[in-house]
């Protein structure tokens, strides 16, 4: 985890941006599906914001990071995402209003610093950064930095709607997105502007910018080869699903930041058998899988005919293997066996 190291003058605006915020009680008339984006200034990256707590339940806000945040928040939207790996795609920074048992000691540290004091339920500002796969952390010395202009953002967009200056509809790919744009005035001043963004403009930026790598179908030829070899029959049917493990976070080391374990597992259809499974640390890191999957070819007697995923991503992984192979790989609503298993490992680590 993160230490603070920032200036505590940095902490201080990010917190009286927070209170700020509370106190305005903007989810009373906006709704979290109403999306609206904030420009960082260092990196000209645009975040959506969502504003929480219209259920009464859950009070703050949160800052999709980029396309891979916005489409994190798609996906959790449309529920197309399996309870456990929803909570592990999010993209973001993000501010909530928790009780006095939820703030950890850095929290604590920090607020006595800079002389707050808080009382009751949903009172205490916390503030996290959230990145696939990983248990959260608090936030960098630049994190603080944006996360205080986009609060007071958030406060400038949600009083303009209540006022009727602007309209922000629901989040729709079709239509135009409010961005607020920050231009450096002659004094080093930053002075904020409305530009009505379509998705493509918003995420231009982010594609030419973005280095982050997607799990490739690479796999060993002379493996493939080895085992077309051997012209073994085809018979039964497998499940193969790509997933983040129902476990608790995992940390090898003190200076590590703790993970959520990537999963990759094969069940026999027909025997119920798990015939295997393997974990990586990183999404990014399952072309590791279809290694695994080959090997597991090499040790059996007979190919599947069939081979069974539900997420297309999984499905992108593995066709260029299976279809060399003969295999015929059928893209399914779900995977009985295979939620079976994930049903069994989270009661085993709750």
Same mark, same amino acid.
């Given at each position: 985890?993160?230490?603070?190291?920032?200036?505590?003058?940095?902490? $201080? !605006?990010?917190?009286?941006?927070?209170?700020?915020?509370?106190?305005?009680?903007?989810?009373?008339?906006?709704?979290?599906?109403?999306?609206?984006?904030?420009?960082? %200034?260092?990196?000209?990256?645009?975040?959506?914001?969502?504003?929480?707590?219209?259920?009464?339940?859950?009070?703050?806000?949160?800052?999709?990071?980029?396309?891979?945040?916005?489409?994190?928040?798609?996906?959790?939207?449309?529920?197309?995402?399996?309870?456990?790996?929803?909570?592990?795609?999010?993209?973001?920074?993000?501010?909530?209003?928790?009780?006095?048992?939820?703030?950890?000691?850095?929290?604590?540290?920090?607020?006595?610093?800079?002389?707050?004091?808080?009382?009751?339920?949903?009172?205490? %500002?916390?503030?996290?950064?959230?990145?696939?796969?990983?248990?959260?952390?608090?936030?960098?010395?630049?994190?603080?930095?944006?996360?205080?202009?986009?609060?007071?953002?958030?406060?400038?967009?949600?009083?303009?709607?209540?006022?009727?200056?602007?309209?922000?509809?629901?989040?729709?790919?079709?239509?135009?997105?409010?961005? !607020?744009? %920050?231009?450096?005035?002659?004094?080093?001043?930053?002075?904020?502007?409305?530009?009505?963004?379509?998705?493509?403009?918003?995420?231009?930026?982010?594609?030419?910018?973005?280095?982050?790598?997607?799990?490739?179908?690479?796999?060993?030829?002379?493996?493939?080869?080895?085992?077309?070899?051997?012209?073994? !029959?085809?018979?039964?049917?497998?499940?193969?699903?790509?997933?983040?493990?129902?476990?608790?976070?995992?940390?090898?080391?003190?200076?590590?930041?703790?993970?959520?374990?990537?999963?990759?597992?094969?069940?026999?259809?027909?025997?119920?058998?798990?015939?295997?499974?393997?974990?990586?640390?990183?999404?990014?890191?399952?072309?590791?899988?279809?290694?695994?999957?080959?090997?597991? $070819?090499?040790?059996?007697?007979?190919?599947?005919?069939?081979?069974?995923?539900k997420k297309p991503e999984v499905q992108k992984l593995f066709e260029p293997i299976?279809? !060399?192979?003969?295999?015929?790989?059928?893209?399914?609503?779900?995977? %009985? $066996?295979?939620?079976?298993?994930?049903?069994?490992?989270?009661?085993e680590f709750l």
């Amino acid at each position: 985890m993160s230490k603070y190291k920032g200036p505590l003058d940095d902490w $201080l !605006r990010l917190y009286e941006a927070a209170v700020s915020f509370k106190q305005l009680r903007c989810w009373e008339w906006m709704d979290d599906d109403q999306l609206f984006g904030v420009q960082n %200034p260092r990196t000209k990256e645009i975040g959506f914001c969502s504003i929480l707590g219209g259920l009464g339940e859950f009070f703050g806000l949160t800052l999709f990071l980029g396309e891979s945040g916005f489409r994190g928040f798609q996906n959790m939207l449309r529920g197309c995402l399996d309870p456990v790996d929803a909570l592990h795609v999010q993209h973001a920074l993000m501010v909530s209003f928790d009780s006095r048992d939820q703030m950890d000691s850095e929290d604590m540290k920090i607020i006595r610093s800079l002389g707050y004091r808080f009382r009751g339920k949903h009172a205490w %500002p916390s503030f996290r950064q959230f990145e696939p796969g990983y248990y959260p952390r608090h936030l960098t010395d630049h994190e603080v930095e944006l996360m205080t202009l986009v609060l007071e953002q958030a406060i400038d967009v949600s009083q303009r709607c209540l006022d009727r200056q602007i309209t922000i509809g629901e989040a729709d790919v079709n239509k135009n997105f409010l961005v !607020r744009v %920050p231009r450096e005035d002659n004094q080093g001043d930053l002075q904020w502007e409305d530009h009505w963004l379509s998705l493509l403009q918003i995420f231009s930026y982010d594609r030419k910018e973005s280095k982050e790598k997607s799990p490739t179908a690479a796999f060993d030829e002379i493996m493939l080869a080895s085992i077309l070899r051997q012209k073994r !029959r085809k018979q039964g049917t497998w499940e193969i699903d790509c997933f983040y493990a129902p476990t608790g976070p995992v940390c090898e080391s003190p200076k590590q930041r703790p993970y959520y374990p990537y999963m990759y597992a094969v069940g026999h259809k027909q025997s119920g058998y798990i015939l295997d499974f393997h974990m990586v640390e990183k999404a990014t890191e399952a072309a590791e899988f279809t290694t695994r999957f080959l090997q597991k $070819l090499q040790t059996i007697s007979e190919l599947p005919k069939f081979i069974e995923v539900k997420k297309p991503e999984v499905q992108k992984l593995f066709e260029p293997i299976v279809t !060399r192979l003969g295999i015929t790989l059928v893209l399914k609503e779900s995977l %009985p $066996l295979l939620e079976q298993m994930k049903v069994e490992m989270h009661r085993e680590f709750l």
